[in-house]
């Protein structure tokens, strides 16, 4: 009836489909001795997803060709009251699924991530783990998230910053010019903390992004980009200077026309695991309403 096989994560179970049937009966049939109510727990735990999508109607009906994701590590998120997915969780690391609006860290004691998961890690540990910021994501941005449980698995992850890959996905106003291309320059920040590209010089940092058409929305275009350097509102920059600017990022030159969350999400970080060294490949589904605009405003701060 399926086909069972391991996916990029061995503590995944992959699950390809080749005939007609609802998700309930497929769980059923993969846990026989599992009574229905723990698999409707299951299926509320956010642990499945269908074709990279997470997925938590029981009687959703499935295709020959679907292909079926249950996570089998990491922790339930709603149960240890985290407001946001939990996509990999170990002794050393922990990923989660940042939603957009909400800063990776603070300094001013205003509630973020790393906020929100020390708390969480602090309780669950006794005090031995807490969330040290390896890279951040800005406020307005979601997606792939990476943090380390200790100070010195921090330190090692960065020392290996370099062999990293980060991407994601952006829906700008406008089409670039060609369908794939990199965008280069000098970055630098004035005073009311806003990113510009500028001439090179001692004060200004260099940055380097990658882009590529994936499918075009009328007078919009979906980008997936690479980034080699991780400045401040790097991506947001450089799409504004190809004078494609990320819709919602009014910020940076978007249409002021509807208030909407900023289509910027980070959908895949590989990175050296502080442990074993091994490179590791976490992955987030595109945002729910990413690619839909109505025209309203959005309720998105």
Known sequence: MVQRHSGANKNNLKI???????????????????????VKK????????????????Y???????DVVEISRTGINASKAGLTFP?????????????????PTSSTDGSLSIQNILTEYLKTESRGRYRAWVVHRLDKE??????????RENMEAIKDLWKETEKHYYALVEGIPEKDE?????????????????????????????????????????????HTETGRKNQIRVHLSDIGCPIIGDRKYGASDEFKRRVRLHAYS???????????????????EGFLSLKQRDEKYK
């Open 141 to 150: 941005v979601s997606g792939v998230l990476l943090f380390a449980k200790t």
């Open 269 to 287: 970080l590989s990175f050296p695991h502080p442990a074993t060294g091994k490179i590791m490949t976490v992955k987030s589904p595109m945002p």
């Open 59 to 65: 009687s959703f009906k499935l295709r020959s060709g």
């Open 42 to 57: 299951l299926l509320q735990s956010g642990k499945i997803r269908i074709n990279d999508r997470p997925v938590t109607l």
């Open 86 to 102: 939990v996509l990999y969780d170990d002794q050393d690391v922990i990923v989660v699924d940042k939603p957009a609006g909400k």
């Open 181 to 225: 291309d990199t965008i280069e320059s000098w970055l630098i920040e004035d005073g009311s903390q806003k990113m510009h590209s500028v001439p090179q010089s001692e004060e200004a940092k260099f940055s380097v992004t990658h882009y590529k058409k994936l499918k075009l929305f009328g007078d919009h275009a979906l980008l997936d980009i």
């Open 16 to 38: 390809t489909v080749n005939k007609n049937i609802t998700l309930m009966e497929l769980l059923e049939e993969q846990y026989p001795d599992s009574p229905r109510t723990r």
